[in-house]
């Protein structure tokens, strides 16, 4: 048995590909950005000495990081519509399930970062004369994010990856567009071989930008 590596199949896939990769990075960013809002109000509430803030927001971080991303997509997908009788869009469900994924991870992130600066900063501010609000603003939160940089960017790199399993509810990101092609061509071994290509370059961008920003912010 003789295996031909075919090149002609790559090339004219790549559009396709290419195609699923921007799909692949928007989910990403929106679910990274989203999270980014979920993750800072969750880590607040975490720390909060009122247990109707603190014992909500610590009951959806275990859930979430205790349970897999793929129940979470089905969960929404395809139990939710049963709930409320509406179905819900591919894309939509993809964004909605990596968002709250992506939301209990960064909340941990957050509540480290808040929780490593030392307490006097915020006593300094109170000092002079900012309410809580105005100083987690202006000193608390300017200091945690410089710390949680390569956190924020393995959380981006986690969840690059990790956007592959949208392809199961049919949504046509990077990996579910390599399936597609495989099913005309039956080239697996080219097309698996060039979507992990794909995901390793932008894996490694995103390294490359996180240890540029790192570097940036610390010379601030």
């Excluded at 559009?15 to 979920?38: D, F, H, R, S």
């Excluded at 959806?60 to 990081?65: C, L, P, W």
């Excluded at 105005?134 to 956190?151: G, L, S």
Aim: with cysteine; charged share 15%.
């Amino acid at each position: 048995m003789s295996f031909n590596f075919d090149f002609g199949v790559i090339w004219h896939s790549l559009p396709l590909l290419g195609q699923g990769a921007l799909v692949t990075i928007e989910i990403t960013a929106l679910a990274v950005a989203i999270g980014l809002v979920i993750g800072t109000v969750v880590g607040l509430m975490e720390i909060s000495r009122k247990g109707v803030l603190h014992y909500p927001a610590k009951i959806y971080v275990d859930f979430i990081r205790g349970t897999p991303l793929l129940v979470q997509i089905f969960i929404i997908y395809f139990a939710l519509p049963v709930i409320f009788g509406h179905r819900i869009e591919p894309f939509a469900a993809a964004v909605a399930a990596c968002s709250i994924n992506s939301g209990a991870y960064l909340a941990e992130v957050f509540r480290a970062g808040i929780q490593s600066i030392d307490h006097g900063q915020m006593e300094a501010g109170r000092s002079l004369g900012l309410n809580w609000r105005q100083t987690m603003v202006h000193i608390i939160f300017p200091q945690a994010f410089r710390r949680i940089i390569p956190q924020l960017g393995n959380e981006f790199i986690a969840m690059l990856k990790d956007s592959s399993l949208v392809s199961v509810i049919g949504f046509e990101e990077l990996t579910r567009k390599g399936q597609i092609i495989i099913s005309t061509t039956y080239a697996s071994f080219e097309i698996w071989g060039t979507v992990a290509v794909i995901y390793l370059i932008m894996t490694l961008s995103i390294s490359r930008l996180v240890a540029f920003l790192e570097k940036r912010f610390k010379q601030i």
